[in-house]
């Protein structure tokens, strides 16, 4: 594991819990959740159709998308509900010093 | 007890209840009757991506043949013409004949048509399935001139997608306001605008007198003597529900198939879900019907329960959208029946709601935004009128006061 791919997304505290914040990077937008137990990452691009999932809802371990309510889990990327039926992309994510970083391959 | 499972008509409330039966009943036959030669699809994206050519036939199906086969659910492309209610049996047009012990009906809706006096019947086009979607786009493709009659949302999203494809669209509406049958004046003014700044033409208040056919030309001539001349006319004028095959039964018909909240209807083992249902909301007390994606979606999975003997209520609070143009607008709960209106935000860029109360209690929004804009507040609308909440106006007007606030301290 290269520890330059770790990019620093910003503190633990910019995000509520059970909720997310979109983050772009490079030409990719990702988003960042805090739920009960940590916080998670994946793509911030809904699968179905090219939508931001931030202002998507965060409820327990979902994220339901904010134009169809295609509804992923936030942990796996699993599609859960259609008309998102393709898995979302999930990234590592680590928290050091109160910040929080998240591994893009 | 294995059982003999008929659904008949193979769209989303029926392929949505065919795979739930599955999940609770291992044993039972289910077999799907389908009069359109495709598997169950999405309907949506039909005046919307596959006109536009951003999704394909391949991309509009819910499940590809392996999932169902894999499930044990069966599919057969027939058209069921004739129903013996008494002896639990269907007929096909051959007269192959089909004997159920449960039976769901998902037959869904059919285009109201326009009645014209002469023989031009043939010449107005209108869009319920993925056949009529590939001839309109077909014949539009050297069209230019079109013309839409009625601003429902079908009709609109017609007209986004034909004025994405370069198109003179019109619209022809005979009510004094765009979507007038659901949807809030002040929202659709807004999308009114989009359309007038997209360069579609917008006519309120007008009535279709009489189309005439001149040298492949039509003259579209309405009630205040105006004439509307154009190339191609489409009409999505609504539906009704398709009950034709059972008007001559004991079935109970109201504005379609009457259910309770378990999708039965008032024939013992016969069921019913989806557009073609009048269906019984226990949490609004009355009867409704409804067409749209997440209801026949949840109905048919409710319907599924309950010819499987998992005793279900049916209790979702209605939501539907429509995509014109980069705008998405979304439609939660009741919104006719309100003694008072509260607006959230006033620029489509970051989204505008118009959420519906009574007696203080929130009873519904219907919210406009670019992409998914007022997704999550909608969302988060539906859970609160769920729960019947007395919500505080100041935090539901002020959009720097994310909506979450309200569903956390239930
Ligand atoms: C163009 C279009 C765009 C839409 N866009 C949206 C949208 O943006 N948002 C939204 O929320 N909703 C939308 N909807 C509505 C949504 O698609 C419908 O509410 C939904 O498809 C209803 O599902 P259903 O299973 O009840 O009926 P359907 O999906 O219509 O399925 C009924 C099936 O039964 C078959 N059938 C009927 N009679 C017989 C018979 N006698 N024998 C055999 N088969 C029979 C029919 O051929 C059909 O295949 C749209 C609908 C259309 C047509
Ligand atoms: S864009 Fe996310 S569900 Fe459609």
């Given at each position: 594991m290269s520890e330059e791919n770790w990019i620093e997304v910003g503190s633990t505290d910019s995000i509520e819990e059970e909720d997310l914040i979109r983050f772009d990077h490079q030409d990719k937008t990702f988003c960042v959740y805090r739920l009960t137990d940590g916080f998670y990452a994946t793509d911030g691009?809904?699968?179905?159709?090219?939508?931001?999932?931030?202002d998507g809802l965060v409820m327990d371990d979902e994220i339901e998308c904010?134009?169809?309510?295609?509804?992923?889990?936030?942990?796996?990327?699993?599609?859960?509900?259609?008309?998102?039926?393709e898995d979302l992309k999930t990234y590592p994510v680590k928290v050091d010093n109160d910040k929080i970083f998240i591994k893009i391959d | 007890m294995k059982k003999n499972i008929i659904i008949l008509g193979g769209g989303q409330a029926g392929i949505y209840a065919a795979r739930e039966i599955r999940q609770n009943d291992s044993e039972s036959n289910i077999k799907i009757l389908g009069e359109e030669n495709l598997l169950p699809y999405e309907r949506p994206p039909l005046s919307k991506d596959f006109l536009l050519d951003?999704?394909?036939?391949?991309?509009?199906?819910?499940?590809?043949i392996e999932v169902i086969k894999n499930e044990n659910i069966d599919f057969e492309n027939v058209l069921i013409n004739k129903v013996d209610f008494e002896h639990k049996k269907l007929f096909s047009k051959n007269e192959d004949v089909y004997t159920y012990d449960s039976l769901l009906i998902s037959t869904g809706s059919d285009n109201k048509r326009l009645s014209l006096d002469n023989n031009l019947s043939d010449d107005v086009y209108y869009l319920r399935n993925l056949e009529e979607a590939k001839i309109i786009k077909e014949k539009v493709s050297d069209k230019n001139k079109i013309t839409i009659i009625g601003g429902g949302f079908i009709g609109l999203e017609i007209a986004s997608s034909l004025s994405q494809l370069q198109k003179k669209v019109t619209v022809i509406e005979i009510g004094n306001q765009l979507m007038g049958r659901i949807i809030p004046k002040q929202i659709a003014d807004l999308v009114q605008n989009t359309h007038i700044e997209q360069g579609n033409e917008i006519i309120l208040n007008k009535q279709i007198d009489k189309i005439i056919k001149k040298n492949g030309i039509y003259e579209i001539l309405l009630n205040d003597n105006s004439i509307i001349e154009t190339d191609f006319v489409i009409a999505g004028i609504g539906s009704t529900p398709s009950v034709k095959l059972f008007e001559n039964t004991n079935l109970k018909l109201d504005n379609g198939i009457v259910t309770n909240q378990f999708c039965e209807t008032s024939i013992k083992d016969v069921y019913a879900a989806g557009d073609v249902c009048n269906f019984y909301h226990p949490f609004y007390e009355r009867n409704m019907r409804l067409e749209s994606y997440q209801h026949a979606q949840n109905h048919g999975i409710c319907a599924g329960k309950n010819i499987a003997g998992v005793k279900t209520e049916y209790t979702s609070i209605p939501w539907m959208w429509s995509d014109q143009f980069n705008l998405n607008l979304q439609l939660t709960g009741i919104c006719d029946d309100y003694d008072e209106i509260i607006a959230r935000g006033n620029d489509i860029n970051n989204g505008v709601i118009y959420f519906f109360l009574k007696n203080k209690i929130i009873k519904g929004a219907c919210g406009l935004g670019?992409?998914?804009?007022v997704g999550r507040d909608i969302r988060i609308t539906s859970k609160l009128t769920e729960k019947n909440t007395i919500v505080d106006k100041q935090i539901l007007s002020?959009?720097?006061?994310?909506?979450?606030k309200l569903i956390q301290k239930q």
């Open positions: 691009i809904c699968t179905h159709e090219a939508v931001h999932l931030e904010p134009m169809h309510q295609g509804i992923f889990n936030i942990k796996s990327g699993e599609a859960l509900s259609p008309p998102a039926c | 951003k999704k394909n036939e391949d991309d509009l199906y819910f499940h590809s670019i992409a998914g804009k002020d959009q720097n006061q994310k909506l979450n």
